[in-house]
């Protein structure tokens, strides 16, 4: 069993009370990073850690930390990004239910690393639930003294605010989380400049996955070298897989960052359901371009999947067996961008419909010979040419799902119908 | 100062300079939706997308900074290729329903498709039905299926007229420009999002199927609202003389100057032009005989004139004639009004200010209380050291007889109220109107003479920070009417003055030849955009 970095008090349990997360040495990292420790060295120790964005774009975290600006009279925030929203990723929501306080812990070591004495957690309105456990997780932390004035007589002070979002996709973009979180619609916002320099309210902000920030406390309580060594070099420390679709046991497991993902497939999640056979696997949330079973050797680390031409993303593994349908799931994630594009942006706004309405053709047995050309050719139209990364997130899995399992694709033009089976042969 | 190259083309910019203004600089058309420079950058519409060098996406030209030695490139074929591609996007759920559209000639679909586009479509799908024609405000209408959602007009109503009216709701490909709740675009700048509507979502009221844009004829001329002197551009037609029942004038349109207005006029002066072709235009020059009007010729009424300025010259005597001239009259005219009447006639009661009992309101934007184009202008030619004073003639009980009125663009009956207005105009045993259009006033004078109105005309105006700026002729004089100052050079002729003007410029050189105001400028010299003579305002205040 590989070493557990955010569930390793947590693997069958839960520590929703402070007082059991105490017992299990909760805080006191925080208690040396306070007291031992200035800020720059603690961004210097994250950055020597390798600890990369848990969020999906992967972006070293110590880096963000340190474009705060240093010398600016405005406050600086640290906001929480718990919008966890990408279909098939479901791992902040399994840190928040287990161990809200060792992310309580993290946010209170980030926004000290920055110089932040305000921070925003925003959840998705859809976690409820979790947003209640974070609620009483917060109300602890300022009754023991881990938030609010003169944290651990440190001389630190922070506060910690709670937002439920409102369920919109677009409001996990960072910026748009930012507009949102400001009252406004969450349409992400041109950059330059960046939150770093002008990010919440006009001020310099950082904004972190849930993940990214519950594996901060572990690297300043076991160091920068024991997190970088249970990685590959360049992706630190661990990952949590969300593993879901046709396998016997779909679940949230965390291992380090390379594990090669047919063993995330085979071992963890204890292989296929009912033994049928692999077809195909999103290896990162939706907007991960799909892999074929071919491609499961590919170790899960940042730069090991992009090397392939698909995403680590936010680790939510989506496993098909051979009876799924490419054209209906390829439907379904395109029904879901053309829902959530903000439509700001023209190729994403009508990009995305317009995909959607093809594959809707395509997959009611109505698809005409030249779709499939038209629906690569619109995805080559939406990548890299808009504000946000959304636009390509609805594209890169049209071009990859064509492109992998083209035949199928010309069966429900040709054929107007589906067999799957026919093409597997 | 940076210095980069633009299709290989290099400039050096001052800091801060985005791609899109430096190619502007160059020449090189960028297309645009969503930026414009009187706005803040949206970067939305993702048609200035161009290639920087070591930079590997696409950026949006008209939100990067230049930088020192960047190097763009704004026409190679993965340029061509994404701009193509995001105005397929554009055109792919849009009616293209130019023949019915008021905006066809002048909209960026068209043009851009022309330059950018001419691909085959590959729009196989239903298109997105949305609200149609709807009227949003007193001026203008809303058309959701044309719109391209750029946001310009929603960045007007909250960084320019700060009425905040209209909005972008839902999400998606479902994006609607739509009212704010209980909101009507109804403020005194609404028509300027006409102007900025790239595309023919937002048209407007007024000149909605009027007449085809192509055949306009443009114009550069000055606002005759307000005393700012928003330059502005006549849009007239005078190909299809049969359309929009015979108007001539079809629409005014802001022009740029940065000193003055921006890209901007209030809705006041944009739908303030109708007077030019109202019914209520004066055309021919005529006498009232028996309580009866008699047209006859120019001449003829000139002539008349003369008589009876030459009897109460001689029978009464100088101080019986009196002279309101109108701070709505170009320089040129004031100049020849006071040249005749004053200098070579010797009077003295000349003066162009009468109490307004209804006055205006300016904002705190472009609009000014005062709605003369040349208050400051007419100050400038006609106070001088004489010290008469209107307001005192009016306000007397005058036992002396006075002979003879002269007035010039003055509606007293509006001015001062129908009582005050017959009360002093019947001081006086002859009234002579010159004027463009009838009023309450005009049918009480004795005389009426037909004067060109400023879109007939040239001429300067001096706004209120002492401007002074040219307006041109866009259309004939109608009938018979004349500019004004022709009308005075006729009379003075009729009473065997040499005054032989050619034309408004000359006018003017005597002008800036004779008062000190104007002294040292050259008609050329004022341009398109206006000359600001730091001398005139610490004349009068």
Known sequence: ?425 | MPTLTINQKSITVPDGTTIIQAAEKLDIEIPRYCYHPGLSIAGSCRMCLVEVEKIPKFQPACNTRVSEGMVVHTNTEKVKEAVSGVLEFLLINHPLDCPVCDQAGECYLQEYYMKFGLYDSRMDENKIKRHKAEIIGPHVILDTERCILCSRCVRFVNEVSHSHEIGIFNRGSQSEIRLLPGKILDNNYSGNVVDICPVGALTDRDFRFQCRVWYLSETKSICPGCSRGCNISIHSNRQRPHHAGGRRVMRLKPRFNAEVNHWWICDEGRYGYKFIDDPSRISLARVKEKGEFLVLTLDQVIGRAGEKLREALEKVGRDSVVVVASPRLTNEDLFVIRKFFGEDLGLSQIDFRVPDQNLASGDDFLLRADRNPNSRGAEAVLLDENGFDLTQLLSMENSRKLQLLCLFEQDLTKTLGEAWAKKFLQQFEYVIYVGSNENETSVLSHLTLPSATYAETEGTFTNFEGRVQKINQAVEPLGDSLPTWQIVSKLACALGYRYNYENAEEVFGELAERVVEFQDLAYEKIGDSGVEIPDISKVQV
């Open chain 1, 1 to 425: 069993m590989p070493e557990l970095v955010v569930l390793r008090d947590v693997q069958d349990s839960e520590l929703r009370h402070i007082e059991d997360y105490l017992k299990v040495g909760g805080y006191q990292a925080l208690k040396k990073v306070l007291l031992e420790l200035k800020p720059e060295q603690v961004v210097d120790e994250v950055k020597k850690s390798g600890l990369r964005g848990r969020g999906g774009a992967g972006f070293p975290t110590g880096m963000k930390w340190s474009f705060i600006p240093k010398n600016v009279d405005k406050p600086k925030y640290l906001v929480v990004n718990a919008d966890e929203s990408e279909p098939g990723t479901c791992k902040d929501r399994v840190i928040i239910e287990r161990n809200p306080h060792l992310l309580m812990e993290g946010i209170v070591i980030g926004s000290y690393a920055i110089g932040a004495h305000c921070c925003y957690l925003y959840i998705r309105g859809e976690y409820y639930e979790q947003a209640q456990i974070l609620s009483l997780a917060i109300e602890e932390a300022y009754q023991h003294g881990f938030l609010g004035k003169n944290i651990l007589r440190s001389g630190y002070d922070l506060d910690v605010h709670l937002h439920r979002g409102a369920g919109a996709y677009i409001c996990g973009e960072e910026t748009g989380l930012l507009e949102s979180l400001e009252g406004k619609k969450g349409w992400p916002r041109l950059k330059p400049p960046f939150p770093a320099v002008v990010g919440l309210y006009g001020c310099p902000t950082v904004i972190n996955n849930v993940e990214t920030l519950a594996t901060v406390p572990r690297i300043m309580e076991r160091g920068a070298d024991w997190f970088a060594s249970l990685g590959t070099p360049k992706n630190g420390g661990t990952r949590l897989f969300a593993v879901s679709g046709h396998v016997n046991k779909p679940g949230t497991y965390e291992l380090p960052l390379g594990i090669p993902l047919r063993e995330i497939i085979f071992n963890y999640a204890g292989g296929m359901k009912d033994d049928k056979v692999l077809k195909a696997v999103i290896p990162g949330g939706s907007s991960c371009p799909i892999l074929t079973a071919d491609e499961i050797d590919v170790k899960m680390d940042f730069d090991s999947v992009a090397a392939i031409g698909s995403m680590l993303g936010s680790g939510g593994v989506v496993v098909m067996n051979e009876e799924a349908c490419m054209v209906k799931v390829l439907l379904r994630i395109a029904k879901f961008y053309a829902h959530e594009s903000c439509g700001q942006c023209t190729p994403c706004r009508e990009g995305t419909t317009w995909l959607k309405n093809i594959l809707q053709r395509v997959n009611d047995g109505q698809g005409r010979p030249k779709d499939l050309d038209h629906l690569m050719g619109i995805a080559f139209n939406m990548i890299g040419t808009t504000i946000c990364p959304l636009s390509d997130a609805a594209a890169l899995p049209v071009r990859s799902f064509i492109q992998k399992f083209r035949k199928e694709f010309e069966y429900h033009v040709h054929q107007k119908a589906c067999d799957v089976a026919q093409v597997m042969v």
